[in-house]
């Protein structure tokens, strides 16, 4: 099964950026559909952004415009390009491999205002 590691979480002013990266043990070719997610204290998990392997993308209404997902097949590795962020976008960032239902063990992200 196919593992993810995400990284690339840190402390940023409002109107900052980060880069997220999501990188898998294994290929991930063959998985259609990677996604982000995140959980802000307190909430429940939401779903932020996914990209296929077509390289069609998808966003919340919430960061639509800010957001920007992409994936590299080659380096197996998926990313959420964050820019304008603002304060309620705190939260721990996940990646999710939706064939296999598994689970990144996510990255922090706080924005301060």
């Known amino acids: 099964q196919v593992q993810l590691v995400e990284s690339g979480g840190g402390l940023v002013q409002a109107g900052g950026s980060l880069r997220l990266s999501c990188v898998a043990s294994g290929s991930i070719v063959t998985i259609n559909v990677l996604a982000w997610f995140r959980q802000a204290p307190g909430k429940e998990r939401e779903w932020v952004a996914s990209a296929n392997n077509r390289g069609n993308t998808y966003y919340a209404d919430s960061v639509k415009g800010r957001f920007i997902t992409s994936r590299d097949n080659a380096k197996n590795t998926l990313y959420l390009q964050m820019n304008s962020l603002k304060p309620e976008d705190t939260a721990m960032y996940y990646c999710?491999?939706?064939?296999?239902?598994?689970w990144g063990q996510g990255t922090q992200v706080t924005v301060s205002s």
């Open positions: 999710l491999n939706t064939a296999s239902g598994s």
